[in-house]
C-alpha cells in the first residue's frame, strides 16, 4: 500500500510538536474525535482502513508518531515516552479538539495510555489494541540490547535488513503493515525512534490503574503484546472491558485487522459518547 489517494473527504496536515518538529496527521470523516496511533514500525496508512470504517460516525484523526513515515525526527534525544505523549496533545491543540478518545495498536496503544494518564481531563476513553510488554527490569535489558541491534542494522545495512530477522516472528498482520511502511520511512529517523527502548513508559502493570476513562483493551497474542498483560490490564484499570477480538495469526492485512476491531470498536465509541451526553 502506497501512500492512499482515493479518500476525498480525507485532509493531510502538518502541526509541530512542542519541541518545533514537524508532525504529520490526516483527518477522515464527521462526527466526535478518535486519535488513532499506528503501531512502531508501520506508519499512520496502517490504520486507514479501520479509519474507514469507522468516518461514516467519527471523525478519525491518523498521525504519524513522531520518527514515523512523513514524522521525521532524527535526533535520538527527542524519542521519550514523554514527547510521544505531549506530540498527541499538540496535535490535539492544533485541531481544536478538547476532548477525545484515543487508542493505538502496539507502540501507539502505550503512548494512549500514557496520555490517558497524563491527561484525563483531555481522554474520554482509550482503545489499547495489543498491549506492549511493561517489562521487569532483566526484560528491559533485553529490550535495550534488542532495538540498540536493530538501529545498529539499520544504519549500516538498511532498513529491509534491519526487520528481516524480527518479521517472521511477529503476527502476519503486523509484519504486512511494516514491509508496506518501509518505502515510506526516513532511515536516519528510525534509527533514532529506536532510542525509545532506553526510556520506560510503565514501572509495572499496576500503574494502569491511574487510568481513569473507559477503556476497551484489544489483547495481542504475540510475545511483545502477550494476551496476558491485555488481561491484567483490563483487571487494574478502574473501567476497563476486555474485547473478545484479539490480533492473532488469522489476520494477514490492515483490511483484515480493521473488519476484525471495527465492530467492538465502534461499539465502545458509540457507548462512550453516549455517556457523556
Not at 519541541?19 to 508501520?42: E, F, K, M, N
Not at 481513569?212 to 496476558?228: E, F, K, N, S, Y
Request: hydrophobic share 45%; with cysteine.
Amino acid at each position: 500500500m502506497r501512500q492512499p489517494t482515493d479518500d476525498a473527504a480525507r485532509s493531510d496536515l502538518t502541526y509541530a510538536g512542542a519541541d518545533g518538529c514537524a508532525l504529520y496527521a490526516s483527518v477522515i470523516g464527521t462526527g466526535p474525535p478518535v486519535v488513532l496511533l499506528h503501531g512502531g514500525g508501520p506508519d499512520r496508512w496502517s490504520l486507514l482502513p479501520l479509519a474507514r470504517l469507522l468516518c461514516e460516525r467519527f471523525t478519525v484523526v491518523l498521525p504519524d508518531i513522531r520518527g514515523y513515515g512523513q514524522s521525521v525526527c532524527a535526533d535520538p534525544s527527542r524519542h521519550t515516552w514523554q514527547q510521544y505523549t505531549d506530540d498527541v496533545f499538540s496535535l490535539l491543540d492544533h485541531l481544536g479538539i478538547e476532548r477525545t478518545v484515543v487508542g493505538g495498536t502496539g507502540l501507539g496503544s502505550t503512548i494512549a495510555l500514557r496520555a490517558a494518564v497524563d491527561r484525563p481531563d483531555r481522554i474520554a476513553g482509550v482503545v489499547p489494541i495489543g498491549v506492549e510488554d511493561i517489562e521487569d527490569d532483566e526484560a528491559k535489558a533485553a529490550e535495550i540490547e534488542f532495538l540498540d541491534a536493530f538501529a545498529e542494522r539499520a544504519e549500516s545495512a538498511g532498513l529491509h535488513a534491519a526487520w528481516a530477522p524480527i518479521v517472521p516472528d511477529l503476527p502476519p498482520v503486523v509484519g504486512a503493515m511494516v514491509r508496506d511502511a518501509i518505502p515510506r520511512s526516513d532511515r536516519a529517523s528510525i534509527v533514532a525512534a529506536a532510542a525509545i527502548g532506553h526510556d520506560r513508559s510503565f514501572v509495572d502493570v499496576e500503574q494502569l490503574a491511574a487510568v481513569a476513562a473507559p477503556t476497551l483493551v484489544i489483547p495481542g497474542t504475540d510475545w511483545r503484546h502477550p494476551r496476558w498483560l491485555a488481561e491484567r490490564a483490563a483487571e487494574v484499570i478502574p473501567d476497563a472491558t476486555l474485547a473478545s477480538v484479539a490480533i492473532s495469526s488469522d489476520l494477514h492485512t490492515a483490511d483484515d485487522l480493521a473488519q476484525t476491531v471495527a465492530p467492538p470498536i465502534l461499539d465502545f465509541l458509540v457507548r462512550t459518547y453516549a455517556a457523556r451526553g
